[in-house]
């Protein structure tokens, strides 16, 4: 079993054992629906569709025979792939799982500790396949998904704010981070996606400007911007750079905290804020 964020439980997916996928077969010859199948089996579709999906001939036909085999070549596989890895290494990897480390951050802190390393595509990848146990530590993952999202087929949400004005109409001085006043924001998030910080910093200075948000709305953004920056002198308060998050889509409200200085940077194609060197693992 995994548990969303929101705290829902959702099935884990387990592969067919080699009587469901003769019974699937048989279904299937019936002309059942997906769902009839399903219903029959005691699975959910989307586990009767990907199981259709990844375990036909190269004709497109589904044999129960052909399906068992290329799953029990697909799980040898994994296995070899991650034999070079020690259980301690493993046993490791599965503690910081659980207290809610990202597989970067892990990787990373094996290498800084001089420990055996191992890449966070690797971690993945080996959650992903269940390699010793390590499936039900997904729901450790930030996301909390059993499949990771390709990046290729998804339509970038970013970029969707209105009136927004591109980080080339930014003064050249903010860029030599010479004049203080120039601000990047950003949002922190927290741990499962419970909570956030609104941060502000000073490309010149490195000032940081921080506030804890009840969630991560526009309107929750500009109040707490507005409070923040009430305690920062006018002139201080030059331009403004955000990214594309859609916390930042009302941004034009922010225009009382700028000492009438037009928030030029209204929401740009993304770039990676000052505020990422603050969060940076020690």
């Not at 001939?57 to 040898?76: C, S």
């Not at 390590?134 to 996301?143: C, F, H, I």
């Not at 507005?226 to 009302?250: H, L, V, W, Y």
Request: charged content about 25%; proline content about 2%; overall charge positive.
């Amino acid at each position: 079993m995994f548990t969303t964020t929101a705290g829902a439980t959702l099935m884990s997916y387990t592969h067919l054992s080699a009587d469901e996928r003769l019974e699937l077969y048989q279904l299937q010859q019936k002309q059942l629906s997906m769902r009839s199948i399903a219903r029959h089996l005691g699975r959910s579709v989307s586990t009767v569709c990907r199981e259709l999906q990844r375990n036909q001939t190269v004709e497109g036909i589904y044999l129960p025979d052909t399906a068992q085999h290329q799953m029990e070549t697909r799980r040898q596989g994994a296995k070899n792939q991650f034999e070079q890895i020690s259980l301690a290494t493993v046993s490791q990897v599965k503690i910081s799982l659980k207290q809610y480390h990202s597989p970067e951050q892990i990787a990373g802190r094996l290498k800084r500790e001089e420990q055996p390393t191992v890449s966070h595509e690797t971690i993945y990848q080996m959650i992903y396949h269940n390699y010793e146990g390590m499936g039900a530590y997904a729901q450790y993952l930030r996301q909390s998904h059993i499949r990771r999202q390709k990046r290729k087929s998804q339509r970038s949400k970013r970029g969707l704010i209105a009136n927004r004005v591109g980080i080339e109409m930014r003064p050249s001085i903010a860029e030599e981070k010479s004049q203080i006043g120039n601000w990047e924001g950003d949002t922190i998030v927290g741990c499962n996606h419970l909570g956030a910080i609104a941060t502000h910093v000073d490309k010149a200075s490195k000032f940081l400007v921080a506030r804890l948000m009840k969630n991560r709305t526009a309107v929750q953004m500009n109040q707490v911007s507005i409070e923040a920056f009430n305690e920062i002198p006018a002139d201080k308060r030059r331009t403004f750079t955000f990214d594309n998050g859609k916390e930042f889509r009302s941004f034009t409200n922010l225009s009382c905290i700028t000492a009438n200085i037009l928030i030029l940077a209204r929401c740009l194609f993304w770039i990676e804020s000052c505020s990422s060197y603050f969060c940076k693992d020690p």
